[in-house]
Each structure stands twice: as structure tokens, then as C-alpha cells.
């Protein structure tokens, strides 16, 4: 069982450079979400997806960019990148039931310093 | 605005004692959901319990159950006999309903240590 997989798992990045942070599952989940963790802090959401060609801010969008073309990858672009994005990023699916049940699901997440 | 305050930064337990997280939450929705995860020192976050705002009992799965206090606004995570093995953050999340579209809002988190 896959559930949520997230690539590359670690990276270092000098300041300008750009990377993709990949992630696919293989639930069948139409929504979709990037979360940053800050040391010692919890979850912002970065961008989200509703399904295929959808996508929306959250609340820390600004250096980020997404795209989401299949119902199972919602790739995380950085260009230029800055200090102030070194941050544990997660990717997160699911399929919510109502308002109320949206249990999401995570990867194992992308640690990612920028020096 | 939706909001998830844990007020407790970090707790400690004995092992095999039961141990309370707390958790408070704010929303004008009157539909919303209450979920906890753990994440353990490896990074990643695993869902434990959901509750919903018309469920009439807490929500049980295994050693951890939901005191979900509506009027208090509360929801507040139970782990019974703990192990060692709980020793993890614990983060409190609420639904959110906007534009259309499901979100979750995270608190800052609770730091647990459970000592043998």
C-alpha cells in the first residue's frame, strides 16, 4: 500500500536554484495539499488542489507554484529559491465526505534546506 | 475565522498511565470535524481519530479516544495506558469549509514524552 509518495525525501538547495518536490498517490483522492513544517511548529497549507486542472492558495503561497495535470501528482515547484524556504514540506490527499470528514492522508514528507 | 489553539507545549507521563491533550477550537460552521495526528521523531503525520460536530458519542479507535465537548468548544485527545512508543508530537486539527473547498487548520502541537 503506497498511499502518498513524496520525492526526493532530502535536499539541499543553494539560494536561486529551483527544484520540484514531487508527490503521487494512488488512492484515488481528489483533493490534494502542500503543507510546510517550520522547526518546532505546525502545518501551513502552501497550495491545494481540488482535482485534476484546480488549484488554489493557502496560506503561505508566495515562491511556490503548482500544477496538477493527473488525479495522482500534484508536483511542488520553487523557483529561486530563498533561506526562508528551508522548511519540512508535506504532501497530503483526500476525500472529503461532507463539510466535516476530511481525514487527510500524508507522505512521508521532504526535508529541504536552502544555504 | 476557524482557529485550533494547544495550549500545552509539552507533556510528560508514566508509562502505562493515561494522559489528556488539549485541544480548543473556534468556527462559525455549524458541520465541522475534529482530528488528531501523531507524528513521531521520524517526521511523518499519522491520522489517529476523527470527530464530527454531530456525532453524539466521543470517538474510540483502540487506546485513544475524543472528549469532545461541544459547549467548551473542546476536543480534547485521551491516550489510555500509554507506551512508550506514543512519545511524539500530537497535533489537533479542524475543519475548515471555504470557497467551496475542505481545508484542515492545524495547532501548534503537543510535545508528549511517556518515561518507563
Known amino acids: 500500500n503506497a498511499g502518498v509518495t513524496q520525492t526526493p525525501k532530502f535536499r539541499i538547495l543553494k539560494i536561486g536554484q529551483s527544484m520540484t518536490l514531487q508527490c503521487a498517490q494512488d488512492m484515488n483522492h481528489n483533493y490534494m495539499y502542500w503543507y510546510r513544517q517550520d522547526p518546532g511548529m505546525g502545518l501551513k497549507l502552501i497550495y491545494y488542489?481540488?482535482?485534476?486542472?484546480?488549484?488554489d492558495k493557502g496560506e503561505v503561497p508566495n515562491g511556490y507554484n503548482v500544477s496538477r495535470s493527473t488525479t495522482e501528482d500534484f508536483p511542488l515547484r520553487l523557483e529561486l529559491a530563498a533561506p526562508s524556504q528551508t522548511s519540512v514540506y508535506f504532501c497530503a490527499s483526500s476525500s472529503p465526505i461532507g463539510r466535516a470528514k476530511n481525514i487527510q492522508y500524508f507522505g512521508a514528507g521532504t526535508r529541504l534546506s536552502v544555504l | 475565522a476557524q482557529k485550533i489553539t494547544q495550549t500545552q507545549p509539552g507533556m510528560f507521563v508514566q508509562e502505562k498511565e493515561a494522559v489528556t491533550l488539549d485541544c480548543t477550537y473556534d468556527?462559525?460552521?455549524?458541520?465541522?470535524?475534529l482530528f488528531w495526528y501523531k507524528q513521531p521523531s521520524s517526521g511523518e503525520m499519522i491520522f489517529l481519530i476523527y470527530?464530527?460536530?454531530?456525532?453524539?458519542q466521543n470517538a474510540t479507535e483502540g487506546r485513544y479516544s475524543l472528549n469532545f465537548q461541544k459547549a467548551r468548544k473542546s476536543a480534547n485527545l485521551v491516550i489510555s495506558a500509554s507506551q512508550l512508543g506514543d512519545s511524539a508530537m500530537y497535533f489537533c486539527a479542524l475543519s475548515a469549509f471555504s470557497g467551496g473547498y475542505n481545508k484542515l487548520i492545524f495547532g501548534a502541537g503537543t510535545r508528549l514524552a511517556v518515561h518507563p
Open positions: 470527530q464530527g460536530s454531530y456525532d453524539e
Open positions: 488542489s481540488v482535482g485534476a486542472g484546480i488549484t
Open positions: 468556527t462559525s460552521d455549524q458541520s465541522y470535524g
